[in-house]
């Protein structure tokens, strides 16, 4: 179909000349109708036509045939990444859900909004090494390194599958009683235990979701499980998607997720709040 010359490397994407041959006409008109979707963010359209692109292409490198790719060609430009491993796009259709918290969750989906399985979710969360795995800043920062990467391989719509289940897995823990826990080991000047702020309960929700699913239940059925992530701090898995998203598309995350996970937005978890 053609040649891409490449002249320029940008993590995780490959930029060129397209150099094109006869069989460019025929899908000529399929990449231009992924660019569009892609710009219009429409990526549940995107998916359906770049569907048809893999189908009938195959991107080969010097040392042969890629596993998975995604390629775009536009006005004599291309830019594309590979991956010598098949995507995985949980292809495990059953869905998890932990709600032993008292919270009512409408558990259904929006029609179109890409979601990820919790098994998917889950097995993605791994990547961070567990509750042994983010002792330390150091560790947390590089395993968090190391699912953005991982998630960057993923399809556009599983990147925000992973968002909006993160901020649903936020939203459970943001309860009362755990938001009112005071911080693990730390106490005011005058002996009395220091609370936790709004961003702290953020911060040490996503402490809990980091240190994988085992513990993420745990505390659901033993708040007082809760105590010990209030001395930890992980705002970085608050970024991951986001960063994978910008890396995959090019642009920044906009986009809202159906739950919020800033402190105190799930009434039912605080029923003061209630109005």
Avoid at 103 to 117: A, E, F, K, R, S
Avoid at 163 to 178: H, I, K, M, W
Wanted: proline residues 6%.
């Amino acid at each position: 179909m053609g040649e891409i010359v490449i002249e320029e490397t940008d993590f995780p994407w490959l930029r060129g000349r397209f150099i094109a041959g006869p069989a460019f006409a025929a899908f000529e008109p399929l990449f231009a109708r992924s660019g569009a979707l892609a710009d219009a963010e429409d990526w549940e359209g995107f998916e359906g036509v770049y569907g048809e692109i893999t189908k009938a292409l195959s991107l080969v490198s010097p040392s042969g045939p890629v596993a998975e790719f995604l390629l775009h060609i536009q006005d004599g430009h291309s830019w594309f990444r590979w991956s010598d491993e098949p995507f995985d796009d949980g292809d495990d259709d059953s869905d998890h859900v932990v709600n032993d918290s008292r919270t009512p969750l409408n558990n259904g989906v929006d029609p179109g909004l890409p979601i990820m399985t919790w098994e998917r979710f889950w097995q993605l969360i791994e990547v961070l090494g567990g509750d042994t795995g983010i002792e330390t800043c150091q560790d947390l920062e590089e395993g968090c390194a190391r699912l953005t990467k991982l998630l960057s391989c993923e399809p556009v719509s599983q990147i925000i599958g992973f968002g909006e289940r993160l901020s649903e897995a936020l939203y459970r823990l943001d309860q009362e009683q755990f938001g009112t826990l005071p911080i693990f080991g730390a106490v005011l000047p005058d002996g009395s235990p220091f609370p936790q702020s709004s961003d702290h309960f953020l911060y040490t929700r996503a402490a809990v979701v980091a240190a994988g699913r085992d513990a993420y239940e745990g505390v659901f059925y033993d708040p007082e499980r809760f105590a010990p992530f209030t001395a930890r701090q992980c705002e970085q898995l608050l970024y991951v998607h986001e960063e994978a998203f910008e890396q995959v598309t090019g642009t920044e995350w906009d986009r809202l997720t159906r739950y919020d996970h800033e402190s105190c937005s799930n009434k039912d978890g605080w029923p003061e709040l209630r109005g």
